[in-house]
Structures are given as structure tokens and as C-alpha cells.
């Protein structure tokens, strides 16, 4: 006569502990897509537009003003520079420094396309702080009317 000494349940018995694990993991993952894309739908360009009355941005010590003449030819400070030449001109007169920022300024006759043209050539160099510069309303003429 044979004897069984251990009875083997093939039942399992339930666990009631939740696995956190996979929800921790999804909320990192989105956590990272959440910082990576807030910055990307901000707007980082400071705007001023001419005959302004809002108060005047600091400007640093050694500002660089990039300047579209009415005929569209740019001036780096004072120097002519060719439009294929731009990154290279801010560059070196940035020292490479990306996080600078570049004041534009335009004469008002020519068109806005134009002036997007340029900004879009100082992104694609890595130049993202561009601030346009125009007159303060208090010290602007007053323009004669039509």
C-alpha cells in the first residue's frame, strides 16, 4: 500500500498586489515627451515693433545689430556682408556664441517677406534670440498722413 506524504495543490493562490512597475515606466516615458516638446510650442522671439510705447528690453554690453538696408544689402554693425556670408559674419562677431542675441533691424519700406527671409537665415545658423528693434513712440516723428 503506498502512502502520499505531500499533497501537490495545483491551485494558485491569488495575488492581490498590484505591479506598479509598468505604470511608473509609462509615466517616465511621458514625463520625457512632456519635456521635450513644452519648449518646441513656446515662442522665443522678442518682439518690438516700431513707434512701440512698451518698455525697452536690457541690452547688453556689446549688442550685434544686423541691419536691412532699403535696397536689402545687410550690415553687420557697420559692414557690408553678403547673405551668403551671414552665418560666418555672426560668428565671428558673436565669438561662435549661439546664445547671443542678434538685434534686427529694418528699414520700414522694405517688405516683411524680406525680413522673414533674413530671420530664417539666422536660424539656420543657430541663431534662435532675435529681437527686433524699432523707435521708442515717445521719440518717433509723427509720420505724415495719407
Known amino acids: 500500500?503506498?502512502?502520499?506524504?505531500?499533497?501537490?495543490d495545483d491551485t494558485l493562490d491569488e495575488n492581490h498586489d498590484i505591479n506598479v512597475t509598468?505604470?511608473?515606466d509609462v509615466m517616465l516615458v511621458?514625463?520625457?515627451?512632456?519635456?521635450?516638446a513644452a519648449p518646441l510650442s513656446t515662442v522665443d522671439v522678442n518682439v518690438d515693433l516700431p513707434a512701440s510705447t512698451a518698455q525697452a528690453a536690457q541690452r547688453p554690453d556689446k549688442p550685434i545689430f544686423l541691419t536691412i538696408k532699403p535696397d536689402l544689402t545687410l550690415a553687420l554693425?557697420?559692414?557690408?556682408?553678403?547673405?551668403?556670408?551671414?552665418?560666418?559674419?555672426i560668428d565671428a562677431a558673436s565669438g561662435g556664441d549661439k546664445q547671443q542675441r542678434i538685434f534686427l533691424r529694418g528699414?520700414?519700406?522694405?517688405a516683411y517677406g524680406s525680413v522673414m527671409d533674413i530671420m530664417n537665415a539666422l536660424?539656420?545658423?543657430?541663431?534662435?534670440?532675435?529681437?527686433?528693434?524699432g523707435l521708442d513712440a515717445a521719440q518717433a516723428s509723427p509720420s505724415p498722413g495719407p
Do not use: E
Open 107 to 110: 528699414d520700414k519700406s522694405i
Open 123 to 133: 536660424r539656420k545658423a543657430g541663431y534662435l534670440k532675435i529681437a527686433l528693434v
Open 22 to 24: 509598468p505604470f511608473i
Open 1 to 8: 500500500m503506498a502512502v502520499k506524504l505531500q499533497t501537490s
Open 30 to 36: 511621458l514625463l520625457i515627451i512632456f519635456m521635450v
Open 77 to 89: 554693425g557697420d559692414t557690408l556682408v553678403a547673405r551668403d556670408a551671414l552665418g560666418a559674419a
